[in-house]
């Protein structure tokens, strides 16, 4: 696997792009459009499908070749005059992807689709590989970019085509993207019954498409091209048929399946980030959603004044499969979308000073494959120069980081139509009767009846039966906000070294942080607290510390963390401990058998253990949820997915015992 990319070659030749690894065009002289229409639309059938959809229906386009994304805009303008109400899921993979500026020409072709353009245009991801998820709402869709070559892609996609756009460069210039591989992958990724179209009419494509199950037709191509292939699965064999490697049949106990419901209502326990984030992203997909919440929403560990979206960028060999890269691209990109005037989000930039370990990490880390405008070492003069103030150190700069109001943030995500709040309500129980979950509080009164409930109630889940066995770790945390003095406030971006501080919030202090005190729970401020956080701060810079007031004169905040043993989110659906108990106990002898499906405890979800990451995780961790309830493709590939899963646990557990 090579991670490292790098942007297309294009020739211009007036407003005909021309790929230069591969002598071949990107669109038709003959109008690129209008090919995209007639080729992948129409045969594709999409007018007519897209038309039957109904609320809650999702629609998967797969396409092979993002491009310029021509493709893609013809599909959105078509979805948005057909103001269908379900969801159009556009998911593509780009081995060389196009610079912003041959983006933005390509796009200034197609006037009539200028504004998906400018939309994707300011979601398009940096050169950093692997999955990229962009949301768009207001268009009731999502495009799901895979930066990489196909046979990465592939193994590596989650997701139930309906339709398929097969549009790498010609066979003859392209061979390597249409292998049997290709065909296969596709045959194991549709729906029954899904369709292709492609603008070639090689023979080769055509044996291996109808070799995968295919029923293949030569129908007339656009323009000057006389012939063109289309047709659909012949086959109805399911994807795990065909691939075994893939889910139920590889690894049950990691399964995700889509409920059934009869209604998309959900319950989400718990008002922190991800609680919000979770109830957030099901209402903008139509969902009703009720979130309880034991005091007021980020009163938590989401309630500091300042959260830092700190990057944690991925080693070259892991980055294809790497949630919190991904997660923290997502969530930066999203923050930059809020309308100006009162953003909760700060880019301010974060300079990691290379003291300690850090220095060591810096050699190991991906930044030489990774574009400056993501992450860059600086010497000390020009670290100095983006802090505002002197630095004796290197340090790495991430210019597209910053710091977050989470209150704020939180109460935005929490007003999205659909969403009913109810404060001062804690959880107590959750019994299922039928095929509804009741949870009830203390005194047994009922406080939500619904199909699915999501918990995001960090460490306190642990208290319901069905948690109990989860190993979530509670960790004390306290940040500390001392004023700003003339010696700090120059401090114009983040610092971090083993701790963290920011600029100088509105309030005219600091956040800096934070203590780490696995398995306590109290909250209560100390000194010896602050004490620990201005040490930190005078390792890595000991003018900075000793530019501030005493710490008696300090305020702050402490709460605490919800922490899994290997650090990464509990996330997704909750099995039933007994069954499942019994249904692996094979695995301790490494008995290889034909284990049965997860025995889930139906519709009740995990959103937990963000530990000291939530503000950069909760978004995408809240996608992933998303995508699992409504059955849309995956943010993100099957062994992230398999990371995160709640099952996880008790699996090592059951494996232990041998
Ligand atoms: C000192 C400190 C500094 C940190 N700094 C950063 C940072 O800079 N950047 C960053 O990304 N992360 C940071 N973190 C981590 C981050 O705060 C957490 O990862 C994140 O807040 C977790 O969000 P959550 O929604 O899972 O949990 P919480 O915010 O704790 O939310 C859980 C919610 O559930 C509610 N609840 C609990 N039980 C019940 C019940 N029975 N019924 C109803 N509601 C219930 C609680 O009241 C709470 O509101 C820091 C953490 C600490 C402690
Ligand atoms: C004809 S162009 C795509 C046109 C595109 N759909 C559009 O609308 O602009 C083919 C695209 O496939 C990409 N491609 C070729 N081989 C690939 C591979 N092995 N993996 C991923 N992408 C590949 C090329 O870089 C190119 O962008």
Same mark, same amino acid.
């Given at each position: 696997?090579?991670?490292?990319?790098?942007?297309?070659?294009?020739?211009?030749?007036?407003?005909?792009? @021309?790929?230069?690894?591969?002598?071949?065009?990107? @669109?038709?002289?003959?109008?690129?459009?209008?090919? /995209?229409?007639?080729?992948?639309?129409?045969?594709?059938?999409?007018?007519?499908?897209?038309?039957?959809?109904?609320?809650?229906?999702?629609?998967?386009?797969?396409?092979?070749?993002?491009?310029?994304?021509?493709?893609?805009?013809?599909?959105?303008?078509?979805?948005? %005059?057909?103001?269908?109400?379900?969801?159009?899921?556009?998911?593509?993979?780009?081995?060389?992807?196009?610079?912003?500026?041959?983006?933005?020409?390509?796009?200034?072709?197609?006037?009539?689709?200028?504004?998906?353009?400018? /939309?994707?245009?300011?979601?398009?991801?940096?050169?950093?590989?692997?999955?990229?998820?962009?949301?768009?709402?207001?268009?009731?869709?999502?495009?799901?970019?895979?930066?990489?070559?196909?046979?990465?892609?592939?193994?590596?996609?989650?997701?139930?085509?309906?339709?398929?756009?097969?549009?790498?460069?010609?066979?003859?210039?392209?061979?390597?993207?249409?292998?049997?591989?290709?065909?296969?992958?596709?045959?194991?990724?549709?729906?029954?019954?899904?369709?292709?179209?492609?603008?070639?009419?090689?023979?080769?494509?055509?044996?291996?498409?109808?070799?995968?199950?295919?029923?293949?037709?030569?129908?007339?191509?656009?323009?000057?091209?006389?012939?063109?292939?289309?047709?659909?699965?012949? *086959?109805?064999?399911?994807?795990? !048929?065909?691939?075994?490697?893939?889910?139920?049949?590889?690894?049950?106990?990691?399964?995700?399946?889509?409920?059934?419901?009869?209604?998309?209502?959900?319950?989400?326990?718990?008002?922190?980030?991800?609680?919000?984030?979770?109830?957030?992203?099901?209402?903008?997909?139509?969902?009703?959603?009720?979130?309880?919440?034991?005091?007021?929403?980020?009163?938590?560990?989401?309630?500091?004044?300042?959260?830092?979206?700190?990057?944690?960028?991925?080693?070259?060999?892991?980055?294809?499969?790497?949630?919190?890269?991904?997660?923290?691209?997502?969530?930066?990109?999203?923050?930059?979308?809020?309308?100006?005037?009162?953003?909760?989000?700060?880019?301010?930039?974060?300079?990691?000073? *290379?003291?300690?370990?850090?220095?060591?990490?810096?050699?190991?880390?991906?930044?030489?494959?990774?574009?400056?405008?993501?992450?860059?070492?600086?010497?000390? !003069?020009?670290?100095?120069?983006?802090?505002?103030?002197?630095?004796?150190?290197?340090?790495?700069?991430?210019?597209?980081?910053?710091?977050?109001?989470?209150? /704020?943030?939180?109460?935005?995500?929490? %007003?999205?139509?659909?969403?009913?709040?109810?404060?001062?309500?804690?959880?107590?129980?959750?019994?299922?009767?039928?095929?509804?979950?009741?949870?009830?509080?203390?005194?047994?009164?009922?406080?939500?009846?619904?199909?699915?409930?999501?918990?995001?109630?960090?460490? !306190?889940?642990?208290?319901?039966?069905?948690?109990?066995?989860?190993?979530?770790?509670?960790?004390?945390?306290?940040?500390?906000?001392?004023?700003?003095?003339?010696?700090?406030?120059?401090?114009?971006?983040?610092?971090?070294?083993?701790?963290?501080?920011?600029?100088?919030?509105?309030?005219?202090?600091?956040?800096?942080?934070?203590?780490?005190?696995?398995?306590?729970?109290?909250?209560?401020?100390?000194?010896?607290?602050?004490?620990?956080?201005?040490?930190?701060?005078?390792?890595?810079?000991?003018?900075? /510390?000793?530019?501030?007031?005493?710490?008696?004169?300090?305020?702050?905040?402490?709460?605490?963390?919800?922490?899994?043993?290997?650090?990464?989110?509990?996330?997704?659906?909750?099995?039933?401990?007994?069954?499942?108990?019994?249904?692996?106990?094979?695995?301790?002898?490494?008995?290889?058998?034909?284990?049965?499906?997860?025995?889930?405890?139906?519709?009740?979800?995990?959103?937990?253990?963000?530990?000291?990451?939530?503000?950069?995780?909760?978004?995408?961790?809240?996608?992933?949820?998303?995508?699992?309830?409504?059955?849309?493709? @995956?943010?993100?590939?099957?062994?992230?997915?398999?990371?995160?899963?709640?099952?996880?646990?008790?699996?090592?557990?059951?494996?232990?015992?041998?």
């Amino acid at each position: 696997v090579s991670p490292s990319l790098r942007h297309a070659s294009i020739d211009w030749s007036q407003d005909t792009p @021309f790929a230069r690894d591969f002598d071949d065009i990107y @669109f038709s002289r003959d109008g690129g459009a209008d090919e /995209a229409i007639h080729v992948f639309l129409r045969q594709n059938r999409l007018p007519e499908r897209f038309s039957t959809l109904q609320a809650g229906n999702g629609f998967t386009v797969v396409e092979t070749g993002f491009g310029t994304g021509l493709n893609w805009l013809a599909t959105m303008d078509l979805w948005q %005059r057909q103001a269908s109400p379900g969801w159009l899921h556009y998911v593509s993979v780009e081995k060389l992807p196009l610079a912003p500026a041959d983006l933005l020409r390509a796009h200034a072709c197609w006037p009539a689709f200028t504004a998906f353009a400018n /939309a994707l245009q300011h979601r398009y991801p940096p050169l950093v590989a692997g999955f990229h998820r962009l949301v768009f709402p207001e268009w009731r869709s999502t495009l799901t970019l895979f930066f990489g070559d196909i046979a990465d892609f592939l193994p590596r996609l989650e997701a139930r085509a309906d339709a398929w756009f097969l549009d790498g460069f010609a066979p003859d210039r392209n061979p390597e993207m249409w292998t049997p591989a290709l065909f296969t992958g596709m045959a194991s990724l549709s729906k029954p019954g899904a369709t292709f179209a492609t603008f070639t009419a090689a023979g080769s494509v055509r044996r291996g498409l109808a070799g995968a199950g295919f029923a293949v037709s030569k129908v007339p191509g656009h323009g000057r091209k006389r012939e063109m292939l289309s047709g659909s699965l012949a *086959l109805r064999q399911a994807a795990l !048929e065909i691939r075994p490697d893939r889910g139920v049949a590889a690894k049950p106990w990691l399964q995700r399946l889509q409920p059934e419901l009869a209604e998309r209502h959900a319950c989400v326990i718990g008002a922190g980030i991800a609680g919000a984030q979770t109830a957030h992203r099901l209402a903008l997909r139509g969902w009703k959603v009720t979130v309880l919440e034991r005091g007021l929403p980020a009163q938590g560990a989401s309630g500091n004044p300042g959260a830092v979206l700190y990057p944690r960028l991925a080693p070259p060999a892991q980055a294809l499969d790497n949630f919190r890269q991904a997660a923290w691209l997502l969530a930066i990109r999203e923050l930059e979308l809020l309308p100006p005037e009162d953003s909760p989000w700060h880019r301010c930039g974060l300079l990691q000073l *290379l003291t300690g370990n850090h220095a060591e990490d810096a050699e190991k880390l991906p930044h030489a494959n990774l574009p400056a405008a993501l992450v860059e070492r600086l010497c000390p !003069e020009e670290a100095s120069r983006r802090a505002g103030l002197p630095l004796q150190v290197d340090a790495l700069w991430y210019p597209l980081a910053g710091w977050l109001a989470p209150e /704020a943030h939180i109460q935005q995500l929490l %007003r999205a139509p659909g969403i009913t709040l109810r404060t001062q309500c804690a959880a107590d129980r959750l019994e299922r009767s039928g095929a509804l979950w009741h949870v009830l509080g203390r005194e047994g009164e009922v406080l939500a009846v619904c199909p699915v409930v999501i918990v995001a109630s960090a460490h !306190e889940a642990m208290n319901l039966k069905a948690f109990a066995h989860l190993p979530l770790q509670a960790v004390r945390g306290q940040v500390s906000s001392p004023r700003a003095t003339p010696g700090s406030l120059p401090l114009a971006t983040l610092l971090c070294h083993d701790g963290y501080m920011t600029p100088a919030l509105p309030d005219g202090r600091h956040c800096l942080g934070a203590t780490f005190q696995p398995g306590r729970h109290d909250t209560i401020v100390l000194t010896a607290d602050h004490e620990e956080n201005r040490a930190q701060l005078r390792e890595a810079s000991p003018a900075l /510390a000793d530019s501030l007031e005493p710490v008696a004169a300090w305020t702050g905040r402490a709460a605490v963390r919800c922490q899994s043993p290997d650090y990464l989110p509990v996330l997704g659906p909750i099995p039933d401990r007994d069954a499942f108990l019994q249904a692996y106990a094979g695995l301790s002898d490494g008995k290889v058998m034909a284990y049965p499906g997860l025995p889930v405890l139906p519709g009740l979800y995990a959103n937990l253990a963000h530990g000291s990451q939530g503000f950069s995780q909760a978004a995408l961790a809240a996608e992933i949820l998303a995508a699992e309830l409504d059955g849309e493709p @995956f943010p993100v590939s099957r062994k992230v997915l398999d990371s995160l899963h709640p099952s996880r646990f008790w699996i090592r557990e059951i494996r232990r015992r041998k």
